[in-house]
């Protein structure tokens, strides 16, 4: 089952305090916990911080317009030649890039249901048509995926693990998506969250790229390595891919600080294991926490929750809840422009803060 979308296109994090806000009275003497945009709550490496205020020193300085060093830095980490990566103003650039590169008005844009709504958000940027394939669940379906390719279909886009939904495909089925797709047709893995993920059957995707003229991945310092503030995103791909890539971005996409931080946090690895071992002790006792209200929460890895909330009792609605953290200055997201209306997205912070939700849940489901 394949659909064009009609799916309304927010350009705005639903959930954002400055978009709650509005909707509620929020009690001002609570404190503000944003667990709405999956940042990450345990912060950058030391190493990271100490080199941003080094760079800071000097801001009339142009960065370095190839962000040589980075892509040097991203290669020796995990074993990369650095001549095929290219950088981005965040990971959203990257793919902002390829979509104009790749996609025009009467081409096709593939992507699952549920997928992550910056790629209709391209497809209204390029005029291509968002094809969406039916979700298996809440799970990419990869059957469908390719049943929906035509010759029209330029760009299949996979967020592995996905968001909102945090579910994940294993590493057989990418390799299967990718075998069978047609020459003509890009795949673009998004792998963001994918260092949440430990498990041996999945693939951050960069495998998927060795020997393919038409597979991308890209990457992000956003999450795990908690570089969000300064939007540093990557892309690794065949050559061809990167140089377009390259042609198409502006000069000094990445700030000069952006850099820096970046290259500095991948000399930390430790840092990043110590963010996934809080965040999975920190998702377990939520996760188990949650269950006490009768909610539902979706099996996934990466640094947020997805909760179903019962429909059978009105007064406990997804977005009844939603307006009673957001009036105790919590924030978390809605999914109405997901089609998922009885879910809320909330992101895996430290313990005290997950405690604090499952504390005024408490309150919720006690009214």
Do not use: K
């Given at each position: 089952m394949t659909t064009s979308s009609d799916k309304p296109v927010s350009y705005i994090a639903a959930g954002a305090p400055s978009v709650i806000k509005a909707g509620g009275v929020a009690n001002l003497d609570l404190p503000i916990l944003n667990l709405a945009t999956n940042e990450s709550s345990f912060g950058a490496s030391p190493l990271a911080l100490e080199a941003i205020q080094k760079r800071a020193s000097d801001p009339h300085r142009y960065p370095d317009p190839s962000s040589t060093d980075l892509r040097n830095a991203i290669g020796n980490a995990f074993d990369l030649d650095p001549a095929l990566i290219t950088c981005g103003n965040g990971s959203e650039e990257v793919i902002d890039g390829i979509a104009r590169v790749y996609a025009r008005p009467g081409d096709e844009i593939l992507f699952s249901e549920y997928g992550f709504l910056q790629f209709p958000i391209v497809c209204h940027r390029t005029g291509a048509t968002a094809v969406i394939a039916a979700a298996d669940g809440l799970k990419t379906d990869v059957d469908n995926l390719l049943a929906a390719v035509t010759d029209k279909t330029k760009i299949v886009f996979v967020a592995n693990p996905d968001n909102p939904t945090g579910t994940w495909i294993p590493s057989t089925e990418m390799r299967r998506l990718r075998d069978n797709l047609p020459g003509h047709v890009v795949l673009v893995v998004d792998s963001a969250y994918c260092e949440y993920v430990d498990h041996p059957d999945f693939t951050d995707g960069m495998e998927l790229v060795e020997g393919h003229d038409n597979v991308i991945v890209t990457r992000t310092f956003s999450k795990a390595w908690g570089l969000a503030g300064l939007r540093v995103g990557w892309g690794y791909g065949p050559?061809?891919?990167?140089?377009a890539?390259?042609?198409?971005?502006?000069?000094?996409?990445?700030?000069?600080?952006?850099?820096?931080g970046a290259v500095a946090a991948l000399k930390d690895p430790a840092h990043v294991d110590m963010v996934r071992t809080k965040t999975d002790e920190a998702r377990a006792k939520f996760d188990h926490d949650l269950q006490r209200f009768g909610v539902v929460t979706v099996p996934g890895a990466a640094n947020f929750v997805l909760v179903k909330f019962p429909i059978e009792n009105t007064n406990r609605r997804a977005m009844?809840?939603?307006?009673?953290l957001a009036a105790e200055?919590?924030?978390?997201r809605s999914n109405e422009d997901y089609g998922l209306d009885d879910y809320l997205r909330i992101t895996v912070g430290t313990t005290e803060e997950c405690d604090r939700v499952i504390e005024s849940l408490e309150r919720f489901f006690a009214d």
């Open positions: 050559a061809s891919m990167i140089g890539l390259n042609l198409m971005r502006g000069i000094g996409n990445v700030n000069a600080m952006a850099q820096a009844d809840a939603h307006r009673h200055n919590i924030y978390v």
